[in-house]
């Protein structure tokens, strides 16, 4: 299973770096900006995501993922003393907990039970959720980020080039297999 684990860390450490490369585009004011009401910000994303991170990988095999000073209610309200940079301070804090728990797992606390919001659930699904969870939002933030970010740089294949991209990956694979 280390390799299971091995694998839900790189794909989260690629949703952590996009969201960055994506945040990184942005101006104070397009990571503050809403398109509308009851939409998140960039920044509230951010935010939640901080304080989910926190929660939930917090002594992830012992405590329940849900912490009691969670308020997971002020996660999507921006408040005096909200910065952009304690904001992603509390980013890196919470994907820190994350990156260090998932390098303390060992094969035998795959099969062990966890508890999220007083629910027994496997430490696998745990995993799933959380990939999940970053997954979802990673794309509201560079969704958001794109709109708001004034000369976007791509995230990945530029429209036009996955033809040239295609034949530099086949031609890769092809020499590796002939090396």
């Not at 980013?91 to 039970?113: H, I, K, N, P, Q």
């Not at 004034?150 to 297999?177: C, H, M, V, Y």
């Amino acid at each position: 299973m280390q390799g299971f684990i091995a694998g839900v860390t790189r794909e989260l450490e690629s949703y952590k770096k996009m969201a960055e490369k994506s945040i990184a585009q942005v101006d104070d004011d397009g990571f503050f900006a809403s398109p509308g009401p009851e939409t998140n910000s960039i920044a509230v994303i951010v935010k939640h995501m901080a304080g989910n991170l926190r929660s939930r990988w917090t002594n992830f095999l012992t405590e329940d993922g849900e912490k009691p000073d969670r308020d997971r209610d002020c996660e999507f309200e921006i408040r005096p003393g909200d910065t952009r940079s304690s904001m992603m301070l509390a980013w890196e804090d919470g994907w820190r907990r994350a990156f260090d728990e998932l390098a303390r797992l060992s094969d035998a606390d795959v099969g062990r039970t966890v508890m999220i919001r007083w629910e027994p659930t496997s430490v696998l699904d745990a995993l799933h959720r959380q990939m999940a969870h970053a997954a979802y939002h990673v794309g509201q933030i560079t969704l958001l980020a794109r709109h708001y970010a004034p000369d976007w740089q791509t995230l990945s294949i530029p429209i036009g080039a996955s033809e040239a991209f295609n034949e530099k990956k086949r031609q890769q694979a092809e020499a590796a297999r002939t090396a």
